[in-house]
């Protein structure tokens, strides 16, 4: 332990620590741009490159960078005097005179660290401006939107994308002035290995990486009078969207969110979570009839079996694992079942030409956008889903639309795509989908009640997760990773035949949904994820129905219309297949 003087306060903390963390801790707030550090998750960047955060430390003739000076024994640290004030400012003032300040229409203006640093810092002119400004390019992907001359070279989107996620597509390119930060050889992200999942998205301080917007394309289909407009709304918005309003982390807005969807003027309103207990149904059915091989010797069956709502970490199997695409489950996501079902059997059931009915879903994730766009999603170019849009677009709509959030009363979704279990709610964070999965599979495979539906043992943050199941004597082992660096270790083990698996859920967003590309930036504050996650686990928790299987609704899809899981139909409207 060492212990050292802050701004006059003494603090005693471990070896190793830093100014920045030790000055947190007792509330002295350090202001900081290119260091994040999502504690309990891996994301973290600390290159100490944009000397925003420097203080003086007594007897050092140089100010020094709070996020990578480690404290020792007697330090004594000043962390706002005038001239550590002013070499803050002038810092963000030379950051300032290479970057546009179109501030005004700025996608990223109020929620901007650098913007809220030059307010916080004073600045009042540009003392540096006038020189010449990079120019360097725009991209517009189906997920992401990249504008390479806002980014101001922090490196947290590389540091998440290679470190964190392991897919390498983003670094610096091109040298001096002309550097930017691009998928190699300068290519568009479009070409390269890039998943969408928007972890980069999600840490960018400023306006270089932000989501493919398509509010004015869905207010253009809510005020066209021959569109029907139909929402999904997934499990983690939920949790979350009520941050932009103002309310604490974890407030769960479920029935204002509906409420104010029909104030927008969609005609109906339903919840993505009526597909995840579709999914569990069709994926649980799947674990099964695996498992049943696997325990009559069958030596060809492909264990483990992996989950496959998670858009981006398809895209980053097909990209990384193209010998391993007869592991994964075959089962759609649930935003994808959900336009498969919309546009055939509830248009059939409302007498709804499938060209007249847009279906939109509210996701907290990017790569949703581009999964929309897949083609084995279309029937003739008529996408199931017609486009999703990010829990931060929704609540731009909302704003502009000027429904008071906080004030709304609570709404129901409709029916009968709204109702739903509390398995169903728990998918939109790490381990859900899993929990999920047994709650189905214990009872289908014992023929027993299960009375407690709480396991407990796939819940938690840690970036991989192994719990055993004992189903009648039967040890299923399960895995739960979330992040793609994680996935890939998980992966590698398999391909070189280590498999101590039966089944795996992943998530490419640390976290999971709640952590996913188009939620509120959460600011490197890890404490917003698990509010997020705790408030899903009380949504299932107050569910009256908390069993996928035992959705009345889809017992009556399967009747009506599906058969039975994995029948010929469900396989051609809720199946896909995968490519490299
Ligand atoms: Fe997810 Fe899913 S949980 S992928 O994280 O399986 O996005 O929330 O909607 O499709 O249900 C996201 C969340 C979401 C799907 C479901
Ligand atoms: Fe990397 Fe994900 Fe960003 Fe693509 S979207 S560049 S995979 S972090």
Redesign the pocket.
């Known amino acids: 332990k060492v212990t050292l003087q802050i701004d006059g306060h003494s603090i005693t903390v471990p070896q190793g620590t830093t100014i920045l963390e030790a000055a947190t801790e007792i509330g002295i707030s350090i202001p900081t741009l290119c260091h994040i550090d999502l504690k309990g998750t891996c994301i973290k960047n600390n290159p100490a490159s944009c000397r925003i955060c420097v203080v003086e430390v007594e007897g050092r003739k140089n100010l020094a960078p709070s996020c990578a000076t480690r404290c020792t024994e007697g330090m004594v640290v000043r962390t706002s005097t005038l001239r550590v004030m002013n070499a803050r400012k002038v810092v963000a003032e030379l950051i300032l005179s290479d970057h546009p300040n179109d501030c005004l229409t700025c996608p990223k203006s109020g929620n901007c660290e650098l913007q809220n640093l030059a307010l916080r810092f004073n600045v009042r002119e540009m003392p540096f401006n006038g020189g010449e400004l990079s120019l360097r390019k725009r991209e517009v992907t189906t997920s992401i939107v990249r504008n390479m001359d806002k980014c101001i070279f922090c490196r947290r989107c590389e540091s998440v994308c290679n470190d964190v996620q392991t897919v390498g597509a983003l670094g610096a390119v091109r040298r001096g002035f002309n550097t930017t930060i691009a998928p190699a050889f300068d290519k568009k992200m479009g070409e390269s290995e890039c998943t969408y999942c928007g972890q980069c998205v999600a840490v960018c301080p400023v306006g270089a990486l932000t989501e493919h917007d398509h509010t004015n394309r869905l207010l253009e289909d809510l005020e066209n009078p021959d569109k029907i407009v139909i929402v999904q709304t997934?499990?983690?918005?939920r949790v979350a969207l009520g941050e932009e309003f103002g309310m604490p982390a974890g407030t769960s807005v479920t029935g204002k969110m509906v409420y104010a969807l029909r104030e927008l003027g969609f005609n109906y309103v339903f919840d993505?979570?009526f597909?995840?207990d579709l999914?569990i149904m069709e994926e649980g059915a799947e674990v099964l009839e695996r498992l049943t091989r696997f325990l009559d010797g069958d030596k060809e069956v492909c264990l483990p079996i992996l989950t496959s709502?998670?858009p981006a970490w398809v895209n980053f199997f097909e990209h990384h694992f193209p010998d391993m695409l007869n592991i994964p489950s075959t089962a759609r996501?649930?935003?994808?079942m959900f336009g498969s079902i919309a546009k055939s059997y509830w248009a059939e059931k409302m007498g709804i030409p499938r060209e007249k009915l847009i279906v939109v879903s509210i996701?907290?994730?990017l790569a949703?956008k581009y999964e929309c766009d897949r083609d084995e999603f279309k029937t003739n170019g008529n996408p199931d889903v017609d486009y999703s849009i990010s829990t931060r677009e929704l609540a731009r709509l909302i704003k502009r639309a000027n429904i008071g959030f906080q004030l709304l009363p609570d709404s129901e979704f409709d029916q009968p795509m709204g109702e739903s279990t509390g398995a169903?709610v728990i998918?939109?964070t790490t381990g859900g989908?899993m929990e999920a999965a047994l709650r189905s599979v214990y009872e289908i495979y014992t023929g027993q009640t299960l009375e407690n539906v709480n396991f407990e043992n796939v819940r938690g943050m840690d970036g991989v997760r192994r719990a055993v199941i004992n189903l009648n004597g039967f040890e299923l082992k399960v895995g739960i990773a979330h992040g793609l660096g994680n996935a890939r270790h998980l992966l590698e083990d398999i391909r070189n035949g280590n498999n101590e698996y039966h089944a795996i859920e992943i998530?490419a967003c640390p976290g999971?949904?709640i952590g996913?590309g188009g939620q509120p930036l959460h600011h490197g504050q890890t404490d917003i994820l698990y509010a997020r996650s705790k408030a899903l686990y009380e949504e299932d928790a107050n569910k009256p129905i908390r069993k996928s299987h035992e959705n009345p609704y889809i017992q009556k899809l399967y009747e009506e219309y599906l058969g039975k899981p994995l029948s010929e139909k469900a396989h051609m409207l809720l199946h896909t297949h995968y490519f490299n």
Request: proline residues 11%.
């Open positions: 997934a499990p983690a918005v993505t979570d597909a995840a999914t709502c998670c996501s649930p935003q994808q996701m907290p994730c949703k169903s998918f939109g989908v998530m999971g949904c996913g």
